[in-house]
């Protein structure tokens, strides 16, 4: 058995190409949108992929699964389970399985079994997968999706948050319950192969090891300790992250299915016109890294680095009905078109490099203040604070008199936003506040500075007079 791992470091996602050496196959299991990776895995290793799994209607990223079985031919295996309003949409015209509880399938020697296991949504299964090229009755592992992470479990409130499904977080953490008992009498030894690592929103601790057992879960993830399931449900529920507004739109074209991406057009480099006339039309980020954004920068255009949450806050901040263009190096554009396919977001029209930027009007720039440098800012009342972190976070402490306006709701929310005095924008560490500055000054509040360090350092330095506990 060939087993391999896949991961986006953006989506903090996680996939897994399966193969029988004995009979040159392979199936892979929760592919991302660019699918290219595994065909070329499958290549090296002489194997063809004959099969697509997926786990359930994903939220937070396009699934692969109908891309890889359009281009490969592969047969799709998708849920039958849960509700009929869950059911996957347009697939007839792709070789399709659809899969109930106890379901099995054979890929040579290699035996999945299917396991219904509801909670993160109804739908949602595992792939018990028991190795028969190795002579074993036993399980190897568990692909366990959004059901079972390294130190946590999925969340069930994410079709009553982000699908506006009315009364299913209840319902959801009811059935998280009862598929976690079927989950723990899994022999101790069998790997959990998870969906998602540290950083998803799937959940609210995940772990970034890769892996785990059963039996190391039983005994270390906070959530399968419960024997009361009333306090279970409580406490399950408690503290999720805001879900992204983009989990809707993920969930809706996850069902009915995204545009192959054979069917999508590239984006076109932009001189200093069309630049120009792109901030008028649509959304134009700056991709670059906040300290060079903040040194020097477009009038009108938003700050989204890409780096490891980019995905996250173009999900939170950017429109799926406009077309978008970027000021990115030609080095990074095939990164960048990849990042936001992968949430849905294929309207890149056009890009510019950061030169032709720099040379329309007169650049804008912020402060970017040590929290020593902010601390004198606060303590004078020479500003106002607006914190952009999460509301969990906020519970840990925050700054007195500071306005919470979490960064994915603030281009919602600019007119609460107090003008009368520079705006300092504070986060957890000076990245998220980066962003919120940008949004700012695009929306024209320009008088702004961000405290680099957040408030983790800025409670380390000894703030405690202007500290609120949470």
């Known amino acids: ?45 002489g194997m ?40 996957y949409e347009n697939i007839d015209m792709l070789d399709h399985q659809l899969l109930k509880d106890q379901d099995q399938i054979m890929l040579g020697k290699i035996r999945f079994d299917v396991l219904h296991t509801p909670g993160h949504t109804p739908e949602s299964i595992s ?44 319902a959801g953490a009811e059935d998280m319950f009862h598929s976690l008992e079927t989950f723990k009498q899994l022999p101790d030894f069998t790997q959990v192969l998870p969906g998602h690592g540290a950083g998803s929103a799937c959940g609210k601790s995940l772990g970034s090891v890769p892996s785990s057992t059963v039996g190391y879960e039983k005994r270390f993830n906070w959530a399968l300790q419960y024997t009361d399931k009333e306090q279970f449900k409580q406490d399950l529920v408690a503290d999720q992250p805001e879900p992204p507004v983009y989990f809707a739109e993920m969930k809706k074209v996850n069902k009915a299915g995204p545009a192959f991406l054979k069917d999508l057009t590239d984006p076109e480099v932009m001189g200093k016109e069309l630049l120009q006339e792109a901030v008028s039309t649509g959304q134009v980020i700056d991709i670059r890294p906040p300290e060079q954004f903040a040194a020097a920068h477009m009038e009108g255009v938003m700050n989204l680095p890409l780096n490891k949450s980019f995905t996250n806050w173009a999900g939170w901040l950017l429109n799926y009905d406009e077309p978008i263009y970027a000021i990115v190096e030609e080095s990074q554009v095939d990164e960048l078109k990849t990042a936001l396919r992968s949430i849905g977001l294929d309207q890149l029209k056009g890009w510019a490099n950061p030169s032709v930027a720099m040379t329309i009007g007169k650049p804008q720039s912020f402060d970017q203040l040590t929290p020593e440098q ?41 007119k609460e936003v107090a003008t009368d005095k520079p705006v300092l924008v504070q986060c957890g560490t000076g990245l998220r506040s980066a962003i919120g500055a940008s949004i700012l000054q695009k929306n024209g509040i320009t008088d702004v500075k961000n405290m680099m360090g957040g408030f983790g350092r800025f409670a380390k330095i000894g703030n405690e007079d202007v500290i609120v506990d949470g």
């Not at 896949?6 to 392979?26: H, I, P, R």
């Open 48 to 87: 063809t992929i004959t099969g697509v799994m997926e786990t359930h209607i994903h939220a937070d990223y396009l699934c692969g699964a109908r891309e890889l079985a359009d281009r490969t031919g592969a047969v799709l295996y998708v849920s039958d389970e849960g509700p009929s309003e869950w059911k």
């Open 127 to 170: 792939f018990l997968v028991t190795d028969g090229g190795a002579e074993a009755d036993e399980p190897l592992g568990i692909f366990t999706g959004d059901f079972v992470f390294v130190g946590d479990i999925g969340r069930p409130d994410l079709l009553e948050k982000a699908a506006k499904q009315k009364d299913t977080a209840a």
């Open 374 to 414: 902010a601390s004198v800012w606060i303590e004078s009342g020479s500003v106002h604070v607006l914190d952009v972190r999460g509301a969990a976070e906020r519970k840990n402490g925050y700054v007195e008199g500071s306005t919470h306006i979490m960064l994915g709701e603030l281009p919602h929310r600019i």
């Open 1 to 45: 058995m060939l087993l391999q791992y896949f991961y986006d470091d953006k989506l903090a996602q996680a996939s897994y190409l399966v193969g029988c050496q004995a009979a040159n196959e392979a199936v892979v299991i929760d592919p991302a949108r660019d699918v290219q990776p595994y065909i070329k895995a499958a290549e090296e290793h």
